[in-house]
């Protein structure tokens, strides 16, 4: 088994890149006290939280996961729309 | 009024609390059975929460880590808008043993996460039977843990505790490091010795959500 810290990537907290933003948002959104029935959904604008929430609700496993298969799919499939 | 929540500290803390939350607005503290909250007034209608949801949920972050670069915080996710502060001071009365011991458990620690990910563990596809799947994904799973444990190795004294969470790709892995040990960490995983077709991505710090709560 080849050794190597060749793969290790510090990515921070800052979202300095479309990765960390995915880290960031996983914690903001996923991670933390949730109060359920007491928040006013209403309040918050229909079309800027649930549209919003529907777009960038998803795990970081997911996206990673089609972020690679874009990503693979632009290598091997010159002109593939993606 | 509506009012945002961020987070939650121990009513003792000394923060230097920034200026603005979000929408421009003042972020104030309510405190209550020897808990802070952080709140500040919130309005559906304006301008200012027209941003995008990604924007608002950023600027969110840069706020919560403010807080956490002072002190121990349970953080609220994002959005939670409640009715008024006596809502927030209800909420805190009625949860103040959980969460005190939650800080008391995480006090001075922030939370470090290492993402490990290989292309093979994502499932090759080809197995031709149930048997032949589960084989598969135990294997994965005893090379995955095998992996952490090399990092627990590696980490060593710089976090005080750790835990593991499997997932499609591999494992996230979640220490609880003392704040002034963070440096430390980041250079003993430096440091550490895995296999060259691992991913390893280290983020943090972030509150430490996943040690509130003894296992």
Known sequence: MSESSANIVFAGNDASDDLSILDVLDHVLNAGVVIRGTVIISLAGVDLIYLGLDVILTSVETALRHMKQAQGAAVHKPGTAV | MAVLAYCI????????????????????????????????????????????????????????????????????????????????????????????????????????????????????????????????????????????????????LAAKSHKIRQVAEGARCFFLVDRAAVDQFVGNVRSAKLPADVGVRVSGPWPATEFLKED
């Open chain 2, 9 to 156: 500290t121990d009513a003792e803390a000394q923060i230097d609390v920034p200026k603005q939350g979000l929408q421009g607005k003042k972020i104030e503290g309510i405190v209550e059975s020897g808990l802070r909250c952080y709140i500040s007034n919130y309005t559906a209608d304006d301008p200012a929460s027209k941003q995008p949801v990604r924007e608002a949920a950023l600027a969110f972050n840069r706020i919560l880590q403010t807080f956490l670069r002072q002190t121990a915080i349970i953080p609220l996710r994002y959005p939670t808008v409640l009715a008024d502060a006596n809502e927030v001071s209800s909420f805190l009365r009625d949860h103040a043993g959980e969460y005190r011991d939650g800080l008391s458990r995480i006090r001075d620690g922030v939370q470090m996460e290492i993402r490990l990910s290989s292309p093979a563990w994502s499932g090759s596809g080809v197995e031709n039977s149930g048997a032949q799947y589960l084989r598969a994904r135990q294997a994965h799973y005893r090379r995955v843990n095998q992996i952490a444990e090399e990092l627990y190795k590696a980490v060593g």
